[in-house]
C-alpha cells in the first residue's frame, strides 16, 4: 500500500509505504525515492557554505546538523584542540534540541510537563547561543561567543522544576507501556553514540553497534565509511548497513530505542528508570521520557561547570572564524 503526500506540500512525491510483518502487523515508512541527495548540490562551494546549506536540510533537526557539519570542519581545519568551555556550550546546544524535539510528543501525555519542557529547551539554547529556530553558535574550532552567564544561572534556577517534570512523564510512559514487548521482533543492530568511558552519550564520539543488549563492535567516527556501507549507493534512500555483517544481517536502527540498548545511562533518575525499560516492552514512548530525563540531569552538572568555567577572567575571547583554514579530505 502506498500514500501520496499532497503534492502542493511535496511536489517530488514523498510516499509512505505501509507493509505488513511477519505476524501480520502493519508498519510504515517514508519512501524517499523521489527525493534529491544533497552531495551533488555541495560540489564547488566552500566549506562554510556546505554546512549553512546542510543545516537547511531538515526543519525539525537543524541543529544536529550543525553540529555534524562543525565536527566535520573541525577534522579538516588546523584548529587547536577544542576547549572544554566550547564542548560543554556545543553539548549545551545538543541537548537543548534534543529536549525541545521530545517535547513536543510529551504534550499529549502530560500538557504542563510538556510546556514546561518546551519553556526549558527554549533557555537551553538561548544560553548556549542560538535563540533563533537556525543555530549560530559552534564554529571550526569552538563556539562563536561564550555563553552570558546570566542566561546561564537563569537556565540553573528553573532546571529543577523541568526534572520533576520528565521524571513525571518517564513514570507516566513506564505506567502505560504495551504488556508486550513491541520491539522483540526487531532482529537487526542498536546503533548509538558512546563517549570515550564507554558509556552511552548523545554527543559521545565514538559508535557501539549492538544486537540483543550485546555489544557486537565499537569504532571512531573516522572509520564510518569502513564500517557503514550504503545497499543503494547515491540513492536518497541508500538504506546503509554494517559492513561486517552484509545488507541482509546488518541493517541497524537509532534514536532513544537504540541509544537505551547499548549500555546502562550515566545519570542516577535516568538509569533506574532505563532498567525497569529493558525489563519491560521497551517502547518508543517511554525511551524518549527517559533521554530527556537523562539530558536534563547532565545539563544541571554542564551549566555549573561552564558558569565556574565563565567565571571573569577565566577565558580568552573567543577566536574569529575568519582564522580556519581547511585541508581536503573525504
Same mark, same amino acid.
Given at each position: ?10 511536489p517530488l512525491?514523498?510516499?509512505v ?12 515508512? *517514508? ?35 550543525h553540529l555534524?557539519?562543525?565536527?566535520a570542519?573541525?577534522t579538516?581545519?588546523?584548529s ?17 534540541s534534543?529536549?525541545e524535539?521530545?517535547s513536543?510528543? *510529551?504534550?499529549?501525555?502530560d500538557?504542563d510537563s510538556?510546556i514546561?519542557l ?7 539554547l538561548?544560553? $548556549?547561543g542560538s535563540?533563533?529556530? *537556525? ?5 571550526p574550532?569552538?563556539v562563536?561567543?561564550?555563553p552570558n552567564?546570566e542566561d546561564l ?15 513525571k ?5 513506564l505506567?502505560i507501556?504495551p504488556?508486550?514487548a513491541?520491539?522483540?521482533?526487531f532482529a ?15 554527543f ?5 553497534a549492538a544486537?540483543a ?5 565499537? *569504532?571512531d567516527f573516522?572509520?564510518w565509511n569502513q ?5 543503494n ?9 554494517l559492513?561486517?555483517?552484509?545488507a541482509?544481517e546488518g541493517?541497524?536502527?537509532v534514536g532513544?530505542v537504540a541509544?537505551?540498548?547499548?549500555g ?17 516492552s521497551?517502547?518508543a514512548a517511554?525511551?524518549?521520557a527517559i533521554i ?7 545539563t544541571v ?7 565556574d ?6 577565558l ?6 575568519e582564522? $580556519? ?6
Amino acid at each position: 500500500m502506498k500514500i501520496n503526500l499532497d503534492e502542493i506540500i511535496d511536489p517530488l512525491e514523498g510516499r509512505v509505504v505501509v507493509s505488513p510483518d511477519s505476524q501480520g502487523q502493519a508498519h510504515a515508512r *517514508f519512501d524517499l525515492q523521489g527525493l534529491p541527495r544533497i552531495d551533488g548540490m555541495l560540489v564547488g562551494k566552500s566549506a562554510l557554505e556546505a554546512l549553512k546549506m546542510t543545516e537547511h536540510l531538515c526543519g525539525i533537526c537543524p541543529v544536529a546538523h550543525h553540529l555534524a557539519g562543525i565536527r566535520a570542519l573541525d577534522t579538516l581545519s588546523d584548529s587547536a584542540q577544542l576547549s572544554r568551555a566550547a564542548e560543554l556550550t556545543r553539548r549545551l546546544l545538543h541537548y537543548g534540541s534534543v529536549v525541545e524535539t521530545h517535547s513536543l510528543r *510529551f504534550l499529549r501525555q502530560d500538557r504542563d510537563s510538556g510546556i514546561t519542557l518546551k519553556k526549558i529547551s527554549k533557555k537551553m539554547l538561548i544560553a $548556549a547561543g542560538s535563540p533563533g529556530h *537556525f543555530p549560530t553558535t559552534a564554529v571550526p574550532g569552538g563556539v562563536r561567543n561564550w555563553p552570558n552567564i546570566e542566561d546561564l544561572k537563569t537556565l540553573q534556577k528553573d532546571l529543577s522544576g523541568a526534572l520533576t517534570s520528565a521524571e513525571k512523564l518517564c513514570e507516566l510512559a513506564l505506567n502505560i507501556q504495551p504488556k508486550t514487548a513491541v520491539f522483540s521482533q526487531f532482529a537487526g543492530i542498536d546503533l548509538a553514540l558512546i563517549n570515550e568511558d564507554g558509556d552511552p552519550d548523545i554527543f559521545g564520539n565514538r559508535v557501539r553497534a549492538a544486537r540483543a543488549g550485546s555489544t557486537w563492535k565499537e *569504532f571512531d567516527f573516522s572509520q564510518w565509511n569502513q564500517q557503514i556501507t550504503e545497499d543503494n549507493p547515491g540513492a536518497p534512500a541508500p538504506r546503509p548497513y554494517l559492513t561486517g555483517l552484509g545488507a541482509k544481517e546488518g541493517g541497524y536502527r537509532v534514536g532513544p530505542v537504540a541509544q537505551l540498548s547499548v549500555g546502562l545511562l550515566p545519570s542516577e533518575l535516568a538509569s533506574a528508570a532505563q532498567v525497569r525499560w529493558l525489563a519491560a516492552s521497551r517502547d518508543a514512548a517511554s525511551a524518549r521520557a527517559i533521554i530527556t530525563l537523562h539530558v536534563l540531569e547532565r545539563t544541571v552538572a554542564l551549566v555549573s561547570e561552564l558558569i565556574d568555567l565563565l567565571a571573569p577572567g577565566q577565558l580568552e575571547d573567543c577566536p574569529p572564524v575568519e582564522q $580556519a583554514r581547511f585541508k581536503e579530505g573525504v
